[in-house]
Each structure stands twice: as structure tokens, then as C-alpha cells.
């Protein structure tokens, strides 16, 4: 993809020289095999061949929905909206879904180039929204599992965080194999927040819904407008842009971990500032 030449790459190498050449447009296509995700091989090509001289076609094979890295829900209804505001221009056909263990999710992304992308500032908190029908939904999709399933999740989401004015839908999908997601949604007048507990073998829709709204009323409480998980990927994008800000709660470590590999690279002020309890304030540039 971008013609690199390298020293070193084994297995168990400890150093490894890795030095890129010019970024390749074109058609790839990626086997994750099994459940791995398809979701982080995207994030991690998307900005570079958003930024090439010609348009891109990349389809991905593995799984969709883990539970352990973004889902492709997430993908395209949290993440790429804020990206597509930012200037990349893409779009999502999907072919079918892959939960963990046995994957056989299948999509493909168009990537058109990008001159020049635009710093966005997402600082409104999260408790600033009425719970209505457009802006609160309760998402469940089941595969080879009862609806009641997801039908169970909705309620008992519903009433723990008092959404009686929310949508709640179930989606039956067609999949290699058994999966459950239960999704919670937030739209704020910048992006829609996404909060997701992916089902597991012995562990109740019940308990499902509770861990998924536990993170909401942590988003919730802490007047962030950016949850903990968006955090961590909006930093890559925003350093391409130019900078921008963001409010979140506690950066997690996957979000130090990422500022302090983009300031090996980049020389560019990143500034991470506590400005209340639970909140904290990120800019760059």
C-alpha cells in the first residue's frame, strides 16, 4: 500500500525498521480470518488513503462485532460521520455481519481523495439533550438467538436509565454464526454516541443492558461530549487536520498510549487538561 521497505520484521523481533514510500490507491482486500477486526485494519489505513491522489476500494473479511475493538456499527455511526466532517469522503456497503467466535462478517469501503481536512471542536456536554425519540435509541441485533433477547436488553436499559420516550428496536441479521449487540445511542447537535456490550455465551440480555447502561450514565455524568472509547481513535484524524478539541472523561490508556506514540512522530503540542471532577479537555495544534 505505500511501498515500504523494511528490516528486521519477525517474529519476536524486538526492532524493527519499517520505511515507507509513496501511499499506492487502489483495490485491496483484507481476510482477518475468524473474529478478528476489520473495524481497527480500516482505522488504521483509512487516513492514508483518504489523503492519496486517487480513489481507493478496500473490502474487508472477518469479524464485525467482537466486543473487544470498535464494531462496524460504531464505524459508521459515531466514527466516519465525524471523520466525513472533517473532509474524508467515503462510503460503507455492508455484505453481512461476523460476531465472535466465528466471524464471516464481509463490507467493503470507497475511499475518495481528500485535499485538505478540517479541525473540528466538540466541546457541548453530554447532558445537554431531552430524552425524545430521536435522540435516544435502544438497539439490539440477534443472530441465530430468540428476539426476546434483544426485546429483554431494550427493557430493562429502558428503565434503568428512565428512557421511556426512546425508540427501541431488535434487528434479526443473518450470520456465520450466533451474536448478540446491544447498542445505546446519543445524537448531540455535532455526532451520535455509541455505547455497546456485545453478548456472551452464559450472560444474560439482562446483564448485557446493565453494563451497556452503566456506561452511559458514566458518559452522562461526567458533561464530556466525547465518550472514553471515540477518545482514543478522534486523535490520528485531528493531528491530519491541522488540530482541534475535544472534552471527554478520564483518558483511558489506549488514549495516552496514542498521544504518546503521535508526539514520536509528530511535532505538534497536544495538551491534556482536567478541567472539573470528571472531565478532562484535549487539543491539538
Known amino acids: 500500500m505505500c511501498g515500504a521497505t523494511t528490516e528486521g520484521v519477525e517474529l519476536g523481533a524486538g526492532r524493527i525498521r519499517f520505511t515507507p514510500g509513496e501511499v499506492v490507491p487502489g483495490d485491496y482486500h483484507f481476510s482477518i480470518g475468524t473474529a478478528g477486526s476489520t473495524v481497527l485494519v480500516c482505522q488504521t489505513i483509512l487516513p492514508v488513503l483518504?489523503?492519496?491522489?486517487?480513489?481507493?476500494?478496500?473490502?474487508?473479511?472477518?469479524?464485525?462485532?467482537?466486543?473487544?475493538?470498535?464494531?462496524?456499527?460504531?464505524?459508521?455511526?459515531?466514527?466516519?460521520?465525524?471523520?466525513?466532517?472533517?473532509?474524508?469522503?467515503?462510503?460503507?456497503?455492508?455484505?453481512?455481519?461476523?460476531?465472535?467466535?466465528?466471524?464471516?462478517?464481509?463490507?467493503?469501503?470507497?475511499?475518495?481523495?481528500?485535499?485538505?481536512?478540517?479541525?473540528?471542536e466538540l466541546t457541548e456536554a453530554a447532558s445537554n439533550f431531552a430524552v425524545t425519540p430521536e435522540n435516544c435509541r435502544l438497539h439490539a441485533l440477534v443472530s441465530q438467538l430468540p428476539p426476546s433477547i434483544g426485546e429483554r436488553e431494550i427493557e430493562t436499559a429502558r428503565a434503568i436509565l428512565n428512557w421511556n420516550a426512546s425508540n427501541g428496536a431488535v434487528t434479526e441479521v443473518d450470520s456465520l454464526g450466533p451474536g448478540n449487540s446491544f447498542q445505546l445511542k446519543i445524537d448531540s447537535k455535532t455526532h451520535t454516541s455509541l455505547f455497546e456490550v456485545v453478548g456472551e455465551l452464559g450472560v444474560s440480555g439482562e446483564r448485557v443492558a446493565k453494563r451497556c447502561a452503566g456506561r452511559v450514565r458514566k458518559f452522562i455524568h461526567s458533561q464530556a461530549a466525547v465518550e472514553e472509547q471515540l477518545a482514543d481513535q478522534l486523535l490520528i484524524p485531528m493531528v491530519l487536520a491541522g488540530g482541534g478539541s475535544y472534552t471527554t472523561s478520564k483518558p483511558t490508556l489506549h488514549t495516552t498510549t496514542n498521544i504518546e506514540v503521535i508526539r514520536q512522530f509528530v511535532d505538534t503540542s497536544i495538551s491534556v487538561k482536567q478541567y472539573n471532577e470528571t472531565g478532562w479537555k484535549i487539543t491539538l495544534g
Not at 475493538?69 to 455492508?94: A, H, N, T
Open 50 to 120: 483518504a489523503l492519496a491522489n486517487a480513489s481507493s476500494s478496500v473490502t474487508f473479511e472477518g469479524g464485525t462485532h467482537n466486543g473487544m475493538s470498535p464494531s462496524l456499527c460504531f464505524f459508521e455511526q459515531s466514527y466516519l460521520p465525524l471523520l466525513q466532517k472533517m473532509g474524508i469522503k467515503c462510503q460503507v456497503e455492508r455484505s453481512a455481519l461476523g460476531f465472535y467466535p466465528a466471524g464471516g462478517g464481509k463490507w467493503k469501503i470507497t475511499i475518495n481523495p481528500t485535499k485538505d481536512l478540517s479541525r473540528i
